[in-house]
């Protein structure tokens, strides 16, 4: 089957950009056409535009006042005053009127003492031509207005109209067609809910989104079944329409299914096929016979955006002669170590927020697959091709995907999870001065590492010591003695053995968890619902190794809640909330403390302030009670050592 | 006249925007609407969005190969391989694929060999749910996949559509009607050519430009004459409309005619009318009595933008609960001194570029009236009110209204103006990797000053000195000294006298200068042909106070072109093509060479390299000699002390 890995040599993103700006002939690529001025923000132009009329197109008062012969007044000063007489050394007139015949200065209103009758007086002499807008000071009647090749400003459009420009030529806008493939892929537009074995959509549709915000025109064409023939039935035809540039989504890697390859060489001339870089790699770049550009994009969604933004966004302002948007960028402190394979450039998203003086930066999951790690995403991290990645606490460069103000309003939470963060998340967005929470799940123990690397505003922390029946302060002692904290109770919550609905496996306690037939899904390590169930195996007498399924770990209650719901696993631990959101049956095994961990020094942060006032409010605690699995009775309530479960 | 004078206590901007903020009700004024997931891009949630479906929906394979039971691969190794047979112990996969029942991983391909008829050989051990991604992986259902007030982007729609979720309950877009006004002020529609005393109405389309790239609505009306009924009637039925935000142009200063704020008065209450910025400050903010705001945006091109973007684009974007987009900053060095009146913060419009290893920043022309400052500026400073200026060579802080990226493509010109400069600067943005050209205007000797204080990468100059008969280059000596430089020459020009077409008043001679009932035009100080004039003036006996107008100055030929187009001055002193481009009447007075001084620091600079190769280029030479009244015979030649004209 080693012939099918067709993309052994992969190519730089740079060196791929390149090739195909060789291939295209941009100038027969892109026509152009005449728009409205008014209408041509965004556009670029195709030629210099000459100014038709002056601007102004006469001397021009600059002010509110009264137009006066400048020698007239020079004797004015304070205590002497100079007379004027309307019409004859004077006239009233007003910001933009022409200035009258012989006249040569403005005097600002204020400046004007009325005199009786007709008659003012000045106190201070005017110079020639003061406040008078000369003719043509702004535009000149056939200079230039803009050159070519110049993306219209909002600015532009009011300089064009004031010098009597009302159309511009401009280059076309780029379209760019889109046709996803795929057996399993379903129409979004017919509102599907996926069986197992198929996915809806959407990459279409972030590639339409994107398309438009680069200025350019997205025309997106339903699924092609994966079927050679009529893949390159659709693409011959997207070929002869106005596009400049034909995607093809998934279809491009290895698989058996994977026709694009094959149909792009029937079609044109292979330029790229694998760039050098993690995610994007299985991007294909064709010349098409027409001498338009025919581009196989990545199945999987973040894949496929870095093969629209590195490849394809550069390409589409090239052809379109318009500056690429270029995203700030920051300094950012890592807070975990990023390992990075060698040999191919990668580009890792990252949750970025203020921490203190200076930004942090976590690292989000890195599978190509996983949506959320763009939407979730503050900025993006690109480790070199022969680098072996970034120690934990590196400056590390940042690309930012939102404004660099926002990141001082966003609330870095790294610990446990518990449905209601989510909660919180939503109500801080609420609040006048909106803060955003960037969560990062990794288990209570994970969450005091963060505060001890100062990485986290704060840590949602839920572990119990059985010696002491405690919860939280006795690993605090023991792992974050040296940071100072405020330890403010959440809610408490109720943990239980989560299975599915009249529970089939007829599982009671710990002890079934231990019975042949019975899979289970666990939490991953450092976890407190793991130490949880570490203590009551223990308890029970038995052994991980004797529980199916003890190594298959996931990060959140809500994923085990769905492996039980899918019937993947059996059984899982977690709070009562994630089985009653997916209709799930769950037996109570342990009331627990889960409480938010703060920094001192970070106790009088706004972000802070505004969170311990919404944990709180009473509507928080309705919403909390609301869930169902909760007690709010210690709810906002500064803890302390040894209070257990109050 | 004082009491017209309404604003005297102007409020600053942040407070400005804060009296709007307490005064306005936004959760009544702006409704919500459910629109197309699809099409919600830039669109801003009203409520978390909960996923409908998980992602992916089961257990999928994660890379094209075989799906296996990972226990029955523990014994491969390299030289010791597993066999495995096709349905028993895998099946072959794609990626996206479910995973079989009872299959637990998968193998990549390139790690499968094939052996006889439908086994294969595997020689390492799979684990378990390696490249599978896990149900939920992505998102599970019932969770937040969005916050209330998340503006929705690109990669959002992809999660949206991902999690089954079609449509979304989002805020209304934020609409602003603009109300124009004015006797004087043409519709553009109508495609006018503006009389004296009248001006083409450009700023509703800025504002419509400017809120469209806001991500809200505009509603642009036709002009309104200066009738205070007609005005209130308008801006009564827009108050009806859909629209929050009600502007009315021009007419909130204190003329004769400025009715806005007494319109205002009567239909609702006034927060603010005068705001402590220049230019800016009769903006005039009003709350009507049905809850909506009120505007009254300066006249002046330059004030209504620092209105548009100061004030309507926070309040704007605080109604639509979305993020403000920020401007990236820089720190620039200043090319020029910036002196600034205290009591009112100042914005001061830029022009922008890299110069060796930093930025320089020269302020453009501060008149409110010059939309072209807009359009030349590649950035702004804000000047405290509190401060009175900046010293030359101090460090600014820059908002850049251009990417950052773009100011090492600027090529920063400071001297002489000259029409082939605009020619240069088309044609550089022609070029595969586009130059822009920004051009100071200060004179020949404003431009030597500007090397030397190294803010410009080259300085056009035609200073001829009557002594040696040579040009430039004796300047060089007693100005420039300490820096050594080329002199690349760009055109011989002819220079003379320019009069109207027909020459009425029958000028022919330096001397004719000095008769009765000629009004001249002059340039400024320091410009060449001033000296050039100062030269001809000398020989021919007469002083200056003989010459009528000596003393009004002009920056650019085409400037003084103007001034006898329209009658303003009977003549000036000025080159053949500026003569020419309005058709008058030209006497030749003297030939003299207009070179390009270019520091040797920057001669391999690419922007400067790009310039030289342009002005060789026999193509650029024959458009220069297309104009008229240029030579070039010296084009592009390297000139050394003593060649005089060649």
């Known amino acids: 089957m080693d012939e099918r890995n ?57 002010m509110d006042g009264i137009a006066v012969r400048a020698e007239s007044t020079f004797a004015a000063r304070e205590g002497h005053p100079v ?3 309307r019409g004859a050394d004077y006239v009233e007139v007003n910001t933009g009127h022409p200035l009258p015949p012989g006249m040569d200065a403005v ?77 399993e892929v379903l129409d979004f537009r017919s509102r599907p809910t996926p069986a197992p074995g198929q996915v809806i959509e959407s990459n279409s549709q972030v ?17 092609v079944p994966d079927d050679r023939a009529a893949l390159k039935a659709a693409v011959a035809s997207a070929l002869e329409g106005e596009s400049q540039i034909v995607c093809v989504g998934a279809g491009s890697s290895a698989g058996s299914k994977d026709f694009t390859r094959a149909v792009f060489e029937e079609l044109g001339q292979v330029l790229v096929h694998g760039v050098a870089v993690m995610p994007g790699k299985p991007s294909l770049l064709t010349v098409a016979d027409n001498g338009k550009l025919l581009v196989g994009v990545p199945g999987y969604p973040v894949s496929a955006v870095v093969c629209l933004e590195d490849l394809l966004a550069p390409l589409t302002a090239w052809l379109a002669r318009s500056a690429r948007p270029a995203r700030p960028e920051i300094t950012a402190r890592l807070a ?13 998203r990252l949750a970025v927020g203020r921490v203190g003086d200076g930004y942090v930066a976590a690292p989000l999951p890195r599978g190509a697959g996983l949506i959320t790690s763009l939407t979730k995403a503050q900025g993006l991290a690109r480790i070199p091709a022969d680098s072996e990645g970034l120690e934990q606490d590196a400056q590390v460069r940042v690309e930012l995907l939102t404004p660099r103000e926002s990141l001082d309003r966003v609330l ?23 803060v955003q929470l960037v969560s990062g799940h990794v288990g ?43 330890v403010v109770n959440l809610a408490i919550r109720h943990q239980g053995l989560i299975v599915a609905p009249g529970n089939p496996k007829d599982i009671r306690a710990v002890s079934d968890l231990a019975r042949p037939g019975v899979a289970f899904i666990n939490r991953q390590k450092g976890a407190g619902t793991r130490i949880l169930l570490d203590h009551h195996l223990k308890t029970a007498g038995i052994r991980p190794e004797e529980v199916r399924g003890y190594e298959r770990e996931e990060f959140t209650h809500m994923a085990v809640a769905v492996n039980v719901l899918t019937g993947a696993a059996d059984c899982g631990l977690g709070i009562y909330a994630a089985a009653k959101a997916l209709g799930l049956d769950f037996l109570p095994l342990a009331r627990e403390r889960y409480d938010l961990v703060i920094p001192r020094a970070h106790a009088e942060d706004p972000r802070i302030l505004a969170l311990l006032e919404l944990v709180r409010s009473e509507r928080l605690q ?7 699995g909760y007690e709010t009775t210690l709810t906002g309530r500064r803890m302390r050592p040894g209070e257990g479960l109050g």
């Not at 690529?29 to 409205?36: D, I, K, M, Q, S």
């Not at 923000?41 to 102004?56: D, F, H, N």
Request: aromatic share 6%.
């Open 622 to 628: 309705a919403a909390i009670q609301a869930l169902g």
């Open 83 to 85: 007379t004027l007489r």
């Open 336 to 348: 975990r170590k990023l390992p990075s394979r060698p040999g191919m450039e990668e580009i890792v």
């Open 207 to 223: 590639f339409a989104a994107l398309v438009r915000s680069w200025g350019a025109e997205p025309v997106c064409l339903p699924p």
């Open 107 to 183: 005097v600002m209103i204020e400046h004007v003492i009325r005199a009786d009758g007709d008659a003012v007086f000045l106190e201070a002499p005017a110079f020639p031509w003061q406040h008078v807008r000369r003719i043509g000071e702004d535009i000149v009647a056939t200079e230039m207005i803009l050159p070519q090749n110049r993306t219209i400003s909002a600015y532009d459009v009011g300089a064009l109209l004031s010098a009597g420009i009302f159309e511009v030529e401009v280059r076309a806008r780029v379209r760019l067609t889109f046709i996803p493939t795929g057996d």
């Open 412 to 434: 870095v939470h790294i610990g446990s999870h518990d449905n209601i963060i989510d909660m919180l998340g939503n109500e801080l967005m609420g609040l006048p001065e909106p």
């Open 444 to 486: 209570s123990m994970g969450g005091l590492s963060a505060l001890r690397d100062g990485t986290a505003l704060f840590a949602g922390s839920h572990l119990f010591d059985p010696e002491t029946e405690d919860f939280n302060f006795p690993f605090l002692a023991r792992y974050l003695a040296e940071v100072e904290v405020l």
């Open 6 to 62: 067709i993309y052994l040599t992969t190519v730089p993103v740079a060196e791929a950009v390149e090739r195909v700006r060789r291939a295209l002939d941009r100038d027969t690529l892109l026509g152009v056409e005449t728009v409205a001025s008014h209408e041509a923000l965004g556009r670029v132009t195709s030629r210099p535009v000459i100014a038709r009329c002056s601007s102004p197109t006469f001397h021009a008062a600059a």
